[in-house]
């Protein structure tokens, strides 16, 4: 149990475009996910906090504009890269926790790789 | 302001010794402390929390931690290391997981277990 997936797992893409990342969580409820930014061989990032159906809340620096979350259900959050750089390249992680979370514990995707030519 | 500290950026050690991943923390409150084990190109897999209660906690794999208050400290522990066991390891904190159930990620070390 508590899978998180991610889609893509890697994209490629031209600058100036926009890109669309999936998390989802598939076995069970999660009224809150998070966005991870990862460099190579650096530690995670957090970007935000997604609640289902509210506004997601940016930690400090992140653009809200730019980096677009959406959280339109208990199982589905989004992440869209709009207008995209070559700096915005890395590795993009989510995770999840239950509905009710007693355990405390993040459930992590797989990541998403984001190349952006 | 909460901060992890894992000094080692990376551990060697050979195939059946005992291993070691080093964490300190720093929180206002109580803190809940968590190990999480990253393999390349992959997300994070949780191995083990501290909430309350022992100070010993056993996790995934035959990995264990534990608490130290007084030192602020929660090291990653093995018995016997496996070659299998070679990752990226990161400690996190949060100070108020049944609330935003943010998580401060210390640096990460890499361990890397020689046959």
């Known amino acids: 149990g508590a899978v998180v997936s991610q889609h893509p797992s890697w994209v490629i893409c031209k600058s100036g475009t926009s890109v669309k990342i999936e998390c989802r969580s598939l076995?069970?409820?999660?009224?809150?996910m998070f966005w991870y930014r990862q460099f190579p061989k650096q530690s995670l990032m957090l970007m935000a906090t997604s609640n289902e159906g509210s506004k997601a809340t940016y930690e400090q620096g992140v653009e809200k504009d730019k980096f677009l979350i959406n959280h339109a259900s208990l199982t589905l959050s989004t992440l869209t890269v709009t207008s995209a750089h070559p700096e915005d390249s890395s590795f993009y992680i989510c995770?999840?926790?239950?509905?009710?979370?007693?355990?405390?514990?993040?459930?992590f995707g797989p990541g998403t790789r984001l190349t952006v030519t | 302001a909460q901060s992890v500290a894992q000094p080692e950026d990376q551990v060697n050690v050979a195939e059946g010794n005992p291993l070691t991943v080093k964490c300190t923390y720093s929180?206002?409150?109580?803190?809940?402390l968590f190990w999480y084990v990253q393999y390349p190109n992959r997300g994070l897999q949780f191995l083990l929390k501290?909430?309350?209660?022992?100070?010993l906690v056993k996790g995934s794999y035959g990995f264990e931690a534990e608490f130290n208050k007084s030192q602020t400290s929660f090291h990653l522990k093995k018995p016997s290391a496996l070659v299998s066991d070679s990752a990226l390891y990161f400690c996190?904190?949060?100070?108020?997981?049944?609330?935003?159930?943010?998580?401060?990620f210390g640096q990460g070390t890499t361990l890397q277990v020689k046959p």
């Open positions: 996190a904190v949060s100070a108020s997981p049944s609330n935003t159930g943010k998580l401060i």
């Open positions: 076995d069970f409820q999660a009224t809150t």
């Open positions: 995770s999840a926790r239950f509905t009710g979370e007693v355990l405390y514990e993040q459930y």
């Open positions: 929180v206002s409150g109580n803190p809940y």
């Open positions: 501290y909430i309350t209660g022992d100070n």
